[in-house]
């Protein structure tokens, strides 16, 4: 292994933390100091408005929705690509990383575009159905489910490949059926995958903004979410408010984060 | 009764074509339906809509929209500073990589773990906890809200991931035995980061670099609070496209959003190509 000489080492360090350092370490850190500013007087009077806690109550209700679906979506995806061979394959693989690189201002426009009850392409019909998708919670969900897509197909897929199928035929050829090879082969396999899979999908679900101020309508009090509820705090002059919201979705993302780092290596010795 | 036996028999025939032929049971074949019907309601028909709609006022329109002077100035913002983050994460984050991989010291997992908090934390707490730093009441008396270097700085901020997570593991799985050899036949450390380690990360570093700039190029929330969102100076093209959405003009926002939905199209195939060729080598 290549050795570098002492000064160009202790350069490409002190670069490379110093960098990470002024651009997310020191930043989080005057979060949290505004945050507690006051004490706990922001967080008090961020949770005395009622507002908030519902928007907080709308954010974990569309998450776990949006988590369930593409967890389901997602094992059975990866489950389809891996394991069996169809004509269309590598596009649909390709399309389904396509939410990653798409902005959410965008998918709110596409999802808008087609379930808007005035002239959207279906919500019309949906709507004279009793369907209301858009400024409502089926739409909310849509668009978390559309951003968070790839996360889970992504982290199983790896790992489907990795462990094969011997084990699976085996038990087919001792007359297993499908759901039972599913059952005690497939998912006990691919468990942890799927756990990173779901962390990342809900640290994803519950930060959504761009796509959700679309097609939430942003109602204070019905579909506003707690990262819509942070924008609206800050430029209504509500800042320790602000920050109180930010510092609780902070700290979500950061439990999600270190679950997630602590979770992995245990995959390698199992 | 022949003939059903006949038409089936051409069907199959027809289907044999090398590389394609299925290997669906009944029962995933239920699964892979039901799974496509819900990637069309929620992926392809929406996506296909902003398509459709972005033709609504004809090409004339299409190209209209584009090059209004304020959508322009947007697009040229956005690609600019697109491709400035890039260019920063390729230095930055392969230096960052290299350091999680080959350095040793203390604090090494803590920065391991900070890499990832722009990826897990919501984009409009990034733009709040950037201006805590570099905003009005900046300790260090930086303030760059409501300035073009906010859009670089956010655009950075959400970005960073991308290539250290795509180099690193790649620069884990090298063989140290080549460079070892090299050294041994004289090349200094320079010849052997340049003629051994870098091309053997080139394509992961071209990977995040592909997935940086589709997601700075689409980036939204970070801005918000940060940019200002000034037309002509930091607005740029996803604030673009909402506030058309907000003032009901859907035929422009669609017009752009083609840009971004081509963008993301051109980085997905990029990467599959991408994927690809680091397969064949491996």
């Known amino acids: 292994m290549v050795e570098l000489t002492a000064p160009v080492k202790w350069t490409v360090r002190l670069a490379a933390v110093g960098y990470v350092f002024l651009l997310v370490g020191w930043p989080v850190v005057t979060l949290v100091q505004h945050a507690f500013a006051g004490g706990l007087d922001s967080f008090r009077a961020a949770f005395a408005d009622p507002d908030v806690s519902h928007s907080l109550v709308v954010t974990v209700e569309i998450s776990l929705w949006a988590v369930a679906i593409n967890t389901v979506f997602g094992v059975g995806m990866a489950l389809l690509l891996v394991r069996h061979e169809f004509p269309g394959k590598r596009l649909l693989s390709a399309f389904i990383d396509l939410p990653m690189s798409m902005s959410p201002v965008v998918i709110g426009l596409a999802l808008l575009l087609v379930y808007n009850g005035r002239d959207g392409w279906f919500g019309p019909t949906l709507e004279a159905h009793g369907l209301v998708v858009i400024f409502n919670s089926p739409g909310m969900i849509m668009a978390t489910c559309f951003v968070a897509l790839p996360l889970v197909v992504r982290e199983v897929i790896p790992v489907l490949e990795e462990v094969g199928d011997d084990q699976e035929q085996a038990a087919r050829s001792l007359g297993a059926n499908a759901a039972q090879v599913l059952r005690r082969i497939t998912l006990p396999a691919i468990k942890w995958a799927v756990v990173y899979g779901v962390v990342l999908t809900l640290a994803r679900s519950l930060g959504e903004f761009g796509a959700l101020k679309i097609v939430s309508g942003n109602l204070t009090g019905q579909t506003q979410t707690a990262p819509l509820v942070v924008e609206q705090k800050y430029n209504n002059f509500a800042q320790g408010e602000a920050y109180a919201v930010s510092f609780v979705l902070v700290l979500i993302s950061v439990l999600c984060i270190l679950v997630v780092s602590l979770l992995r290596p245990k995959e390698s010795q199992p | ?282």
């Open chain 2, 1 to 282: 009764m022949s003939t059903a036996v006949l038409s089936q028999d051409t069907r199959a025939v027809g289907r044999g074509r090398p590389g394609v032929r299925s290997t669906l049971t009944a029962g995933s074949s239920l699964g892979l339906g039901v799974a496509m019907v819900w990637f069309s309601l929620l992926v392809l028909i929406p996506l296909a809509a902003i398509v459709a709609t972005a033709g609504d006022d004809g090409w004339h329109g299409y190209v209209d929209t584009l090059t209004n002077p304020q959508s322009w100035a947007a697009i040229k913002l956005t690609v600019g500073q697109a491709l400035l983050v890039t260019g920063v994460n390729i230095v930055m984050g392969t230096m960052i990589a290299w350091v999680l991989v080959r350095d040793r010291f203390w604090g090494k997992r803590l920065l391991d773990l900070v890499i990832d908090i722009p990826f897990a934390m919501p984009t409009i707490v990034a733009g709040l906890v950037l201006l805590g730093l570099y905003g009005p009441k900046s300790p260090l008396g930086i303030n760059v809200s409501n300035e073009r270097a906010s859009v670089t700085l956010a655009l950075a901020f959400v970005t960073l991931p991308f290539i250290v997570r795509t180099v690193q593991p790649v620069l884990a799985e090298l063989e140290a035995d080549v460079e070892e050899a090299a050294a041994s036949l004289g090349a200094g450390q320079l010849t052997v980061l340049r003629r051994i380690v870098l091309p053997s990360i080139v394509p992961a570093i071209a990977a995040g670099a592909a997935l940086s700039f589709a997601r700075a190029i689409s980036e939204y929330g970070s801005l918000v609070l940060l940019s200002g969102m000034l037309p002509y100076h930091t607005e740029v093209v996803s604030v673009r496209v909402l506030s058309f959405i907000e003032g009901g003009d859907r035929t422009s926002a669609a017009a752009l959003a083609t840009i971004m939905l081509g963008v993301a199209l051109a980085v997905i195939f990029a990467l599959d190509v991408l994927q690809r060729r680091v397969a064949r080598r491996g």
